[in-house]
């Protein structure tokens, strides 16, 4: 059955961008900037620890800051409030700079105008996180970011619109998906005032701001899919009618007309939940052991070949798999058959709530561990660059912000409130389009299977990595 025809928007109800203080600053031109500053400042501060301080992980700012803090603080940020990261992003600085050189600059290929590439950018980039331990290396961190402000720059230089946040950046399409679930969402105010409006400059830019990098026309946005939530959309409108509002949780996941019915927007959800899977079990005892079960079972000459092989299957071949499985056994159950696309598409989002919630669970685990971590980096730091004022000694004790009794059931709780979000998406999903029970029932035993797999894989050992623990 075909799902409803009206479209999804939220309505303007409460708009952060008419707040007091808040709105006007981040309607102003410099409100994204000053964001910006303060990142690029902290990832300078990142680079040359890296490259010039002490290479062991929890002694450094590189590691400890992007390996633990940063990924704690992007999914308090993506839970509360929205894609902050993309928002106060430094390496789309060099745009302006970039556009003035390039000038109009090529279009992007349109075969290349999908998932597929940050699908297989998101699965090369956790590979390579394990393979390389980038979180034991502030040397590698330090080049990791330098990277992507070449590639950022680059990208930017070459093409008009911009290709590296919306089709490249592994960490964008991350916050992306993460977004889905955020609590706020661009929209106008009135529809009314779009259609007269002759410049579009929310897209098109205007003197002010450049327009959406992202290529999103605000009366046409139905998700946060693609949103930076730069806001360069609100400071180029020129009749203010661009909002910011809050949106009931969920509410875009269970709109069945929120998300276009394609293969890789589908398949980026599945690689989404299951590199959340496979991060952590990358963590544990096990996937040592299966890692040389595999090197003598195979030969296997290069010690990063088992390593491949493991998260190929975890990461694409079970994914792709699994959806066409479950799609299809739940396309053959309901009445009247739809396209395998567009059913795999019609209940793919309901598993965002439980693979953020393994996501958040993980990385949670990492943040209550080492968060503290921090002061004694920096008086290290301050210490080997003269200054004395905090002591001569940093207290190398200070991790963990709370007991370690309380973290797994911490992370128990995460997983259940996220199956507990994705059966209702499911239940909604089903609803909405008309789809009967025993067609969802595959669906319900993937989330049920999915949340088990993470309540076992969180009841194993894990490396308490870049912490003090390890000092």
Same mark, same amino acid.
């Given at each position: 059955?075909?799902?409803?025809?009206?479209?999804?928007?939220?309505?303007?109800?409460?708009?952060?961008?008419?707040?007091?203080?808040?709105?006007?600053?981040?309607?102003?031109?410099?409100?994204?900037?000053?964001?910006?500053?303060?990142?690029?400042?902290?990832?300078?501060?990142?680079?040359?620890?890296?490259?010039?301080?002490?290479?062991?992980?929890?002694?450094?700012?590189?590691?400890?800051?992007?390996?633990?803090?940063?990924?704690?603080?992007?999914?308090?940020?993506?839970?509360?409030? =929205?894609?902050?990261?993309?928002?106060?992003?430094?390496?789309?600085?060099?745009?302006?700079?970039?556009?003035?050189?390039?000038?109009?600059?090529?279009?992007?290929?349109?075969?290349?105008?999908?998932?597929?590439?940050?699908?297989?950018?998101?699965?090369?980039?956790?590979?390579?996180?394990?393979?390389?331990?980038?979180?034991?290396?502030?040397?590698?961190?330090?080049?990791?970011?330098?990277?992507?402000?070449?590639?950022?720059?680059?990208?930017?230089?070459?093409?008009?619109?911009?290709?590296?946040?919306?089709?490249?950046?592994?960490?964008?399409?991350?916050?992306?998906? =993460?977004?889905?679930?955020?609590?706020?969402?661009?929209?106008?105010?009135?529809? @009314?005032?779009?259609?007269?409006?002759?410049?579009?400059?929310?897209?098109?830019?205007?003197?002010?701001?450049?327009?959406? =990098?992202?290529?999103?026309?605000?009366?046409?946005?139905?998700?946060?899919?693609?949103?930076?939530?730069?806001? @360069?959309?609100?400071?180029?409108?020129?009749? @203010?009618?661009?909002?910011?509002?809050?949106?009931?949780?969920?509410?875009?996941?269970?709109?069945?007309?929120?998300?276009?019915?394609?293969?890789?927007?589908?398949?980026?959800?599945?690689?989404?939940?299951?590199?959340?899977?496979?991060?952590?079990?990358?963590?544990?005892?096990?996937?040592?052991?299966?890692?040389?079960?595999?090197?003598?079972?195979?030969?296997?000459?290069?010690?990063?070949?088992?390593?491949?092989?493991?998260?190929?299957?975890?990461?694409?071949?079970?994914?792709?798999?699994?959806?066409?499985?479950?799609?299809?056994?739940?396309?053959?159950?309901?009445?009247?058959?739809?396209?395998?696309?567009?059913?795999?598409?019609?209940?793919?989002?309901?598993?965002?709530?439980?693979?953020?919630?393994?996501?958040?669970?993980?990385?949670?685990?990492?943040?209550?561990?080492?968060?503290?971590?921090?002061?004694?980096?920096?008086?290290?730091?301050?210490?080997?660059?003269?200054?004395?004022?905090?002591?001569?000694?940093?207290?190398?004790?200070?991790?963990?912000?709370?007991?370690?009794?309380?973290?797994?059931?911490?992370?128990?709780?995460?997983?259940?409130?996220?199956?507990?979000?994705?059966?209702?998406?499911?239940?909604?999903?089903?609803?909405?389009?008309?789809?009967?029970?025993?067609?969802?029932?595959?669906?319900?035993?993937?989330?049920?299977?999915?949340?088990?797999?993470?309540?076992?894989?969180?009841?194993?050992?894990?490396?308490?990595?870049?912490?003090?623990?390890?000092?």
């Amino acid at each position: 059955m075909a799902a409803r025809s009206d479209l999804y928007h939220p309505r303007p109800g409460i708009d952060v961008l008419r707040w007091p203080g808040i709105g006007r600053f981040l309607r102003s031109r410099y409100g994204r900037l000053v964001g910006q500053l303060l990142l690029l400042l902290a990832a300078a501060l990142i680079v040359y620890d890296g490259f010039t301080g002490p290479q062991f992980a929890p002694e450094n700012i590189a590691t400890v800051t992007v390996w633990l803090h940063y990924r704690g603080f992007v999914m308090l940020g993506l839970l509360l409030v =929205g894609n902050l990261f993309c928002m106060n992003c430094p390496f789309t600085l060099p745009r302006t700079l970039a556009r003035k050189w390039s000038g109009a600059g090529r279009r992007w290929p349109r075969a290349l105008r999908n998932k597929w590439v940050a699908i297989a950018v998101l699965a090369m980039f956790f590979f390579l996180y394990e393979w390389l331990d980038l979180w034991a290396s502030p040397w590698l961190t330090a080049w990791v970011l330098l990277a992507y402000f070449a590639a950022a720059f680059a990208l930017e230089f070459a093409f008009a619109e911009s290709p590296f946040c919306k089709y490249v950046c592994p960490l964008g399409t991350f916050n992306f998906v =993460g977004s889905t679930l955020s609590p706020l969402q661009i929209t106008v105010t009135s529809r @009314d005032v779009c259609r007269a409006c002759v410049g579009k400059e929310c897209i098109n830019g205007s003197p002010q701001a450049l327009g959406c =990098g992202t290529e999103l026309f605000a009366p046409q946005i139905k998700s946060n899919l693609d949103c930076t939530l730069c806001l @360069d959309c609100a400071r180029a409108c020129p009749h @203010d009618n661009v909002a910011l509002v809050a949106r009931a949780p969920l509410r875009e996941l269970s709109a069945p007309d929120a998300w276009p019915r394609r293969w890789d927007l589908a398949l980026l959800i599945w690689v989404f939940v299951f590199t959340g899977l496979s991060n952590a079990f990358g963590m544990t005892p096990p996937v040592y052991v299966l890692e040389e079960a595999l090197t003598r079972g195979l030969k296997l000459q290069n010690p990063g070949a088992a390593l491949l092989l493991i998260f190929g299957v975890l990461n694409v071949l079970l994914p792709l798999g699994l959806a066409t499985a479950v799609a299809g056994l739940s396309r053959a159950l309901d009445e009247p058959r739809d396209s395998l696309r567009n059913h795999l598409a019609r209940f793919t989002p309901a598993l965002v709530p439980l693979g953020f919630s393994v996501w958040l669970a993980h990385n949670g685990f990492h943040f209550a561990t080492g968060a503290l971590s921090i002061f004694p980096v920096v008086h290290n730091f301050l210490l080997d660059h003269g200054v004395t004022a905090l002591g001569a000694a940093p207290n190398w004790q200070l991790s963990a912000i709370m007991p370690f009794t309380w973290l797994l059931p911490m992370q128990i709780v995460f997983i259940l409130l996220g199956f507990g979000g994705s059966f209702y998406v499911l239940g909604e999903n089903g609803r909405q389009t008309n789809t009967s029970f025993k067609a969802q029932l595959p669906w319900l035993i993937l989330l049920i299977g999915l949340a088990a797999a993470a309540i076992a894989l969180f009841n194993l050992p894990m490396e308490m990595r870049g912490t003090s623990f390890m000092h």
